[in-house]
Protein backbone atom coordinates (compact mmCIF):
# COMPACT_ATOMS: atom_id res chain seq x y z
CA UNK A 1 0.00 0.00 0.00
CA UNK A 2 1.20 3.36 -0.88
CA UNK A 3 2.42 5.26 2.17
CA UNK A 4 -0.37 8.14 1.73
CA UNK A 5 -3.39 5.15 1.85
CA UNK A 6 -1.69 3.84 4.53
CA UNK A 7 -2.04 6.56 6.32
CA UNK A 8 -5.75 7.59 5.25
CA UNK A 9 -6.71 4.28 6.52
CA UNK A 10 -4.88 4.73 9.68
CA UNK A 11 -6.92 7.75 10.11
CA UNK A 12 -10.02 5.39 9.37
CA UNK A 13 -9.05 2.96 11.79
CA UNK A 14 -7.59 5.12 14.57
CA UNK A 15 -4.45 3.96 14.41
CA UNK A 16 -2.87 6.80 16.52
CA UNK A 17 -2.11 7.50 19.74
CA UNK A 18 -0.56 10.02 22.83
CA UNK A 19 3.06 9.94 24.76
CA UNK A 20 3.38 11.81 27.02
CA UNK A 21 6.95 13.97 28.26
CA UNK A 22 7.31 15.46 31.21
CA UNK A 23 7.84 19.05 31.39
CA UNK A 24 9.93 19.60 34.97
CA UNK A 25 10.18 23.15 37.50
CA UNK A 26 13.98 22.96 37.45
CA UNK A 27 14.73 23.92 40.93
CA UNK A 28 12.14 22.00 42.64
CA UNK A 29 11.60 18.81 40.24
CA UNK A 30 7.91 19.00 40.46
CA UNK A 31 6.30 17.96 37.31
CA UNK A 32 4.84 21.06 35.98
CA UNK A 33 3.22 19.43 33.08
CA UNK A 34 3.77 17.10 29.76
CA UNK A 35 3.78 17.97 25.93
CA UNK A 36 1.51 15.09 23.79
CA UNK A 37 3.18 13.61 21.04
CA UNK A 38 1.54 11.47 18.64
CA UNK A 39 2.58 7.87 17.89
CA UNK A 40 1.18 5.90 14.67
CA UNK A 41 0.47 2.17 15.56
CA UNK A 42 1.37 0.92 12.18
CA UNK A 43 -0.16 -2.51 12.13
CA UNK A 44 2.70 -4.58 10.79
CA UNK A 45 5.55 -1.50 11.45
CA UNK A 46 4.94 -0.96 15.06
CA UNK A 47 5.43 2.40 16.33
CA UNK A 48 6.36 4.94 13.41
CA UNK A 49 7.60 8.30 15.02
CA UNK A 50 6.18 11.61 14.02
CA UNK A 51 8.97 12.80 11.84
CA UNK A 52 8.31 9.78 9.16
CA UNK A 53 4.64 10.80 8.58
CA UNK A 54 4.05 14.28 9.94
CA UNK A 55 5.29 15.96 6.70
CA UNK A 56 2.46 13.58 4.85
CA UNK A 57 -0.11 13.94 7.17
CA UNK A 58 0.39 18.20 6.61
CA UNK A 59 0.96 18.10 2.92
CA UNK A 60 -2.40 15.72 2.68
CA UNK A 61 -4.35 17.41 5.08
CA UNK A 62 -4.83 14.78 7.45
CA UNK A 63 -2.62 16.38 9.68
CA UNK A 64 -6.17 17.74 10.63
CA UNK A 65 -7.85 14.82 11.41
CA UNK A 66 -4.83 13.75 13.66
CA UNK A 67 -4.58 16.97 15.09
CA UNK A 68 -8.03 16.67 16.62
CA UNK A 69 -8.02 13.67 17.84
CA UNK A 70 -4.86 14.15 20.05
CA UNK A 71 -6.11 17.36 21.42
CA UNK A 72 -9.18 15.40 22.52
CA UNK A 73 -7.08 12.54 23.85
CA UNK A 74 -4.91 14.87 25.68
CA UNK A 75 -7.23 17.34 27.19
CA UNK A 76 -9.22 13.98 28.15
CA UNK A 77 -6.34 12.37 29.89
CA UNK A 78 -5.09 15.83 31.21
CA UNK A 79 -8.69 16.04 32.42
CA UNK A 80 -8.69 12.16 34.35
CA UNK A 81 -4.86 13.11 35.48
CA UNK A 82 -6.09 16.61 37.56
CA UNK A 83 -9.08 13.90 38.91
CA UNK A 84 -6.67 11.07 39.95
CA UNK A 85 -3.59 12.92 40.96
CA UNK A 86 -4.50 16.87 42.00
CA UNK A 87 -1.56 18.70 42.21
CA UNK A 88 -1.71 22.64 43.09
CA UNK A 89 -0.77 24.77 40.28
CA UNK A 90 -2.34 21.86 38.37
CA UNK A 91 -0.16 20.15 35.35
CA UNK A 92 -0.67 21.33 32.12
CA UNK A 93 -0.82 19.92 28.70
CA UNK A 94 0.97 21.15 25.47
CA UNK A 95 -0.25 20.01 21.95
CA UNK A 96 1.84 20.91 18.70
CA UNK A 97 -0.31 22.54 16.23
CA UNK A 98 1.57 22.81 12.75
CA UNK A 99 0.39 25.39 10.29
CA UNK A 100 -1.73 23.21 8.03
CA UNK A 101 -3.95 23.10 11.28
CA UNK A 102 -3.59 26.43 11.97
CA UNK A 103 -4.85 27.86 8.70
CA UNK A 104 -8.16 25.44 9.00
CA UNK A 105 -11.22 27.67 9.91
CA UNK A 106 -12.50 24.61 12.30
CA UNK A 107 -9.54 25.02 14.61
CA UNK A 108 -10.98 27.22 17.07
CA UNK A 109 -14.08 25.33 17.26
CA UNK A 110 -12.08 21.93 17.82
CA UNK A 111 -9.93 23.53 20.55
CA UNK A 112 -13.49 24.41 22.13
CA UNK A 113 -14.84 21.38 22.02
CA UNK A 114 -12.32 19.56 23.04
CA UNK A 115 -12.02 21.77 26.11
CA UNK A 116 -15.87 21.40 26.69
CA UNK A 117 -16.50 17.63 26.03
CA UNK A 118 -13.35 16.58 28.66
CA UNK A 119 -14.13 19.57 31.37
CA UNK A 120 -10.76 20.38 31.06
CA UNK A 121 -9.86 24.23 32.49
CA UNK A 122 -8.65 26.16 29.28
CA UNK A 123 -6.05 27.56 31.37
CA UNK A 124 -4.21 24.54 31.67
CA UNK A 125 -3.93 23.36 27.87
CA UNK A 126 -1.07 25.02 26.03
CA UNK A 127 -0.96 25.09 22.05
CA UNK A 128 2.83 24.73 20.72
CA UNK A 129 3.25 26.46 17.02
CA UNK A 130 6.60 26.62 15.72
CA UNK A 131 8.40 29.57 15.06
CA UNK A 132 8.71 29.66 11.32
CA UNK A 133 5.30 28.66 10.99
CA UNK A 134 4.06 31.77 13.02
CA UNK A 135 5.68 33.96 9.96
CA UNK A 136 4.20 32.60 6.79
CA UNK A 137 0.87 35.13 6.68
CA UNK A 138 1.17 37.37 10.09
CA UNK A 139 -2.54 38.09 9.64
CA UNK A 140 -4.51 34.99 9.85
CA UNK A 141 -2.11 33.76 12.21
CA UNK A 142 -2.68 37.05 14.52
CA UNK A 143 -6.30 36.40 14.25
CA UNK A 144 -5.97 32.53 14.41
CA UNK A 145 -3.43 33.10 17.59
CA UNK A 146 -6.23 35.63 19.03
CA UNK A 147 -9.18 33.67 19.05
CA UNK A 148 -7.74 30.74 20.88
CA UNK A 149 -6.16 33.04 23.28
CA UNK A 150 -10.09 34.22 23.85
CA UNK A 151 -10.92 30.99 24.79
CA UNK A 152 -8.57 31.33 27.26
CA UNK A 153 -5.93 28.68 26.55
CA UNK A 154 -2.01 29.46 26.54
CA UNK A 155 0.25 29.58 23.43
CA UNK A 156 3.84 28.84 23.23
CA UNK A 157 6.55 29.15 20.63
CA UNK A 158 8.16 26.10 19.86
CA UNK A 159 11.55 25.77 18.28
CA UNK A 160 12.33 29.15 19.36
CA UNK A 161 15.89 30.71 17.98
CA UNK A 162 15.35 28.69 14.79
CA UNK A 163 13.21 30.47 12.84
CA UNK A 164 15.66 33.14 11.48
CA UNK A 165 12.73 35.84 12.05
CA UNK A 166 13.09 39.12 12.95
CA UNK A 167 12.39 39.46 16.71
CA UNK A 168 10.03 42.02 16.25
CA UNK A 169 7.30 39.84 16.20
CA UNK A 170 7.47 38.60 19.08
CA UNK A 171 6.03 41.67 20.95
CA UNK A 172 2.95 41.54 19.25
CA UNK A 173 2.47 38.20 18.47
CA UNK A 174 -0.23 37.07 21.85
CA UNK A 175 1.86 34.36 23.41
CA UNK A 176 3.00 33.35 27.04
CA UNK A 177 5.75 30.66 26.54
CA UNK A 178 8.75 30.53 24.98
CA UNK A 179 10.39 27.31 24.36
CA UNK A 180 13.85 27.20 23.83
CA UNK A 181 15.56 24.77 21.13
CA UNK A 182 17.56 21.80 21.77
CA UNK A 183 20.17 23.17 19.40
CA UNK A 184 21.05 25.33 22.35
CA UNK A 185 20.86 23.41 25.24
CA UNK A 186 23.18 21.36 23.50
CA UNK A 187 25.71 23.91 23.86
CA UNK A 188 25.74 23.81 27.70
CA UNK A 189 28.74 21.73 28.87
CA UNK A 190 30.41 21.75 25.16
CA UNK A 191 34.15 22.86 24.67
CA UNK A 192 34.29 26.57 24.10
CA UNK A 193 36.64 27.75 20.48
CA UNK A 194 39.50 28.85 22.88
CA UNK A 195 38.81 24.84 24.67
CA UNK A 196 37.29 26.28 27.46
CA UNK A 197 33.52 25.88 28.60
CA UNK A 198 31.56 27.25 25.61
CA UNK A 199 28.75 30.02 27.22
CA UNK A 200 25.48 29.61 26.56
CA UNK A 201 25.15 33.20 24.89
CA UNK A 202 22.13 32.04 22.81
CA UNK A 203 20.50 30.61 26.01
CA UNK A 204 21.43 33.35 28.31
CA UNK A 205 19.34 36.31 25.58
CA UNK A 206 16.83 34.07 24.90
CA UNK A 207 15.93 33.71 29.03
CA UNK A 208 16.79 37.71 29.12
CA UNK A 209 13.85 39.11 25.94
CA UNK A 210 11.43 36.00 27.44
CA UNK A 211 12.20 37.73 30.82
CA UNK A 212 12.01 41.47 29.22
CA UNK A 213 8.61 40.16 27.37
CA UNK A 214 6.98 38.79 30.35
CA UNK A 215 6.98 35.51 28.68
CA UNK A 216 7.66 31.98 30.92
CA UNK A 217 10.55 29.89 29.34
CA UNK A 218 11.35 26.04 28.79
CA UNK A 219 14.46 24.58 27.72
CA UNK A 220 13.87 21.75 25.81
CA UNK A 221 16.20 18.23 25.12
CA UNK A 222 18.42 18.25 28.66
CA UNK A 223 20.28 15.48 28.32
CA UNK A 224 22.75 16.34 31.76
CA UNK A 225 22.50 17.40 34.64
CA UNK A 226 25.17 20.10 33.99
CA UNK A 227 22.54 21.76 31.50
CA UNK A 228 19.90 21.88 34.58
CA UNK A 229 22.08 23.98 36.72
CA UNK A 230 22.92 26.34 34.05
CA UNK A 231 19.73 27.10 32.83
CA UNK A 232 18.82 27.69 36.31
CA UNK A 233 21.36 30.36 37.01
CA UNK A 234 20.24 31.75 33.47
CA UNK A 235 16.85 32.47 34.66
CA UNK A 236 15.36 29.55 33.23
CA UNK A 237 12.32 27.86 35.15
CA UNK A 238 11.34 24.91 33.25
CA UNK A 239 12.59 22.22 31.29
CA UNK A 240 12.03 19.25 29.34
CA UNK A 241 14.83 16.42 27.99
CA UNK A 242 15.39 12.60 28.31
CA UNK A 243 17.48 13.93 31.35
CA UNK A 244 13.83 14.01 33.09
CA UNK A 245 12.34 11.67 31.20
CA UNK A 246 11.33 10.38 27.44
CA UNK A 247 7.77 10.45 26.16
CA UNK A 248 6.07 7.91 27.73
CA UNK A 249 2.98 5.97 27.03
CA UNK A 250 0.07 7.29 29.15
CA UNK A 251 -0.16 4.04 31.85
CA UNK A 252 3.79 4.83 32.32
CA UNK A 253 2.60 8.56 32.99
CA UNK A 254 0.03 6.77 35.30
CA UNK A 255 2.86 4.68 37.22
CA UNK A 256 5.16 7.66 37.63
CA UNK A 257 2.11 9.93 38.75
CA UNK A 258 0.92 7.39 41.26
CA UNK A 259 4.67 7.50 42.65
CA UNK A 260 5.05 10.41 43.36
CA UNK A 261 1.63 11.29 44.94
O1 LIG B 1 9.03 12.51 19.64
P1 LIG B 1 9.08 13.42 18.68
O2 LIG B 1 9.63 12.45 17.70
O3 LIG B 1 7.76 13.05 19.29
O4 LIG B 1 8.31 14.46 17.73
C1 LIG B 1 8.91 14.90 16.55
C2 LIG B 1 8.23 16.11 15.97
O5 LIG B 1 6.87 15.83 15.65
C3 LIG B 1 8.21 17.31 16.89
O6 LIG B 1 8.68 18.41 16.13
C4 LIG B 1 6.80 17.50 17.25
O7 LIG B 1 6.51 18.87 17.35
C5 LIG B 1 6.04 16.87 16.10
N1 LIG B 1 4.79 16.34 16.63
C6 LIG B 1 4.63 15.39 17.57
N2 LIG B 1 3.34 15.19 17.85
C7 LIG B 1 2.65 16.06 17.07
C8 LIG B 1 1.25 16.35 16.91
O8 LIG B 1 0.38 15.80 17.57
N3 LIG B 1 0.92 17.30 15.98
C9 LIG B 1 1.86 17.95 15.25
N4 LIG B 1 1.44 18.86 14.38
N5 LIG B 1 3.17 17.72 15.39
C10 LIG B 1 3.57 16.79 16.29
O1 LIG C 1 9.70 20.03 17.94
P1 LIG C 1 9.22 19.56 19.27
O2 LIG C 1 9.84 20.37 20.35
O3 LIG C 1 7.74 19.52 19.44
O4 LIG C 1 9.75 18.11 19.42
C1 LIG C 1 10.03 17.46 20.56
C2 LIG C 1 10.93 16.33 20.09
O5 LIG C 1 12.13 16.30 20.84
C3 LIG C 1 10.30 14.97 20.21
O6 LIG C 1 10.71 14.25 19.11
C4 LIG C 1 10.95 14.42 21.46
O7 LIG C 1 10.97 13.01 21.46
C5 LIG C 1 12.35 14.99 21.32
N1 LIG C 1 13.11 15.11 22.57
C6 LIG C 1 12.62 15.48 23.76
N2 LIG C 1 13.62 15.51 24.69
C7 LIG C 1 14.74 15.15 24.05
C8 LIG C 1 16.10 14.99 24.48
O8 LIG C 1 16.47 15.19 25.62
N3 LIG C 1 16.99 14.60 23.52
C9 LIG C 1 16.62 14.37 22.24
N4 LIG C 1 17.57 13.98 21.39
N5 LIG C 1 15.36 14.53 21.80
C10 LIG C 1 14.42 14.90 22.69
MN1 LIG D 1 6.79 20.78 20.76
NA1 LIG E 1 10.88 22.15 19.92
Sequence with gaps: LQMKAELARAVERGEFTVHYQPTVELASGRLAGVE???R????????????????LAESTGLIV?????VLREACRQMRAWHDAFPSEPPM????????????????????????EESGLDPAHLVLEITESLLL?????????????????????VDDFGTGYSSLSYLEDLP????????SFVDRIGKTGPDDGPAQPVMVSAISKLGHALHLQLVAEGIEQEEQVSTLQELACQYGQGYFFARPLPSDALTELLAERA
Excluded at 102 to 110: F, I, K, M, T, Y
Design 175 to 182: VDILKIDK
Design 136 to 156: VDLPATMRALLELRALGVRLA
Design 40 to 55: WQHPERGLVPPLDFIP
Design 92 to 115: TVSVNLSARELDEPGLVASVRDAL
Design 65 to 69: PIGRF
Design 36 to 38: ALV
